[in-house]
């Protein structure tokens, strides 16, 4: 493989991302039956839905254009964030100002377009759909299930590395040994670290490996900054693990022509939506912080537990 600092970088992989693709056009069979008419990016946790905490998350590293890759009966997501001139109006002669404001941030937030993904085949083929979007330039993926703490600075932190490096930049945390073979896990070698900000360079790219053959325990989560030479790799790219496109393997396939990849290793706050348990393990820690609920309801969540354990969880009814 080539020594990616001897590669003559294009210049507009140094200019910083300002858009994002985020692919949601999976059928969310897990949270099945809640999902067969309602996005599983649209369930609340609180009092906002998945995709919008995303978006705001993408908002505060600056970026104002994002693309929904959508799919099938999944239209509502692009509603949530057009405005509601009707239910403003009620609020408005209501004079209910705060929850006025609340409903008319959605469209205030980034430049919001859609396309459709016919079928889920792979993340790496919902990337394709935003070819024509995103133009030439490098832009992030923010997959519709996840989304980071509002005092992380992970995705500002990417897309400034990637703007100075180039190629592609991935975001990593550590995972047990037994799970590595859920996730694309990279071999790594030292880059650099600034304070709080460790980062590593990518030597090697395995999608969902054994636990023996895996490189690391470093697994790549939701959110990358990809130059746009991604589109071609993922052309000449196969079908891989599930028989689906794999992004990860159109970034291995870069990777082994020289385009250099670095990671950001994140250790701050991450909610996975994307399964019922940490999805409700999300409403509950957000729950807790909210300013006007959390005092209540961890006080109600305190009590709760401490029965169900004086108990043995044979409780039965619900709260009073």
């Known amino acids: 493989m080539a020594d990616p600092s001897s590669i003559e970088q294009p210049n507009h992989w140094r200019k910083r991302a300002v858009k994002a693709v985020i692919p949601a056009a999976g059928m969310a069979t897990r949270f099945l039956p809640a999902t067969k008419a309602v996005p599983k990016e649209l369930l609340p946790v609180v009092d906002r839905p998945v995709l919008q905490y995303i978006v705001e998350e993408a908002a505060r590293a600056g970026i104002d254009d994002i693309l929904l890759v959508t799919g099938r009966g999944k239209t509502s997501m692009v509603d949530h964030f057009d405005r509601r001139p009707d239910l403003e109006a009620h609020l408005t002669a209501k004079g209910d100002t705060e929850r006025l404001a609340a409903i008319q941030q959605p469209a205030e937030l980034a430049e919001i377009y859609a396309c459709r993904q016919p079928e889920p085949k792979g993340l790496g083929d919902a990337v394709t759909y935003a070819e024509s979007h995103v133009g030439g330039e490098s832009f992030a993926v923010l997959l519709g299930d996840e989304f980071m703490g509002e005092d992380d600075k992970l995705l500002p932190d990417m897309l400034d590395l990637q703007a100075r490096t180039?190629?592609?930049?991935?975001?990593?945390?550590?995972?047990p040994w037994d799970e590595v073979?859920?996730?694309?896990?990279?071999?790594?070698?030292?880059?650099?670290?600034?304070?709080?900000?460790?980062?590593?360079?990518?030597?090697?790219?395995?999608?969902?490996?054994?636990?023996d053959q895996s490189p690391s325990n470093l697994a790549v989560v939701g959110r990358y900054v990809l130059p746009n030479a991604i589109f071609d790799a993922i052309?000449?790219?196969?079908?891989?693990?599930?028989?689906?496109?794999?992004?990860?393997?159109?970034?291995?396939?870069?990777?082994?022509?020289?385009?250099?990849?670095?990671g950001v290793i994140f250790r701050g706050r991450r909610y996975d939506t994307g399964?019922?348990?940490?999805?409700?393990?999300?409403?509950?820690?957000?729950?807790?912080?909210?300013?006007?609920?959390?005092?209540?309801?961890?006080?109600?969540?305190?009590?709760?537990?401490?029965?169900?354990?004086?108990?043995?969880?044979d409780r039965k009814g619900g709260a009073n």
């Open 166 to 175: 180039g190629g592609i930049v991935l975001a990593f945390i550590e995972v």
């Open 181 to 211: 073979s859920r996730y694309g896990i990279a071999s790594v070698q030292p880059f650099e670290s600034a304070g709080e900000l460790e980062t590593v360079q990518v030597t090697q790219l395995v999608e969902k490996p054994k636990p």
């Open 235 to 262: 052309r000449r790219t196969g079908p891989g693990a599930g028989g689906e496109i794999q992004l990860t393997d159109a970034m291995a396939l870069l990777l082994s022509e020289g385009v250099p990849v670095h």
């Open 275 to 313: 399964a019922p348990i940490g999805y409700l393990q999300a409403v509950v820690e957000l729950a807790c912080q909210r300013p006007g609920l959390g005092p209540a309801f961890r006080d109600w969540l305190t009590d709760f537990v401490k029965n169900e354990v004086v108990s043995g969880g």
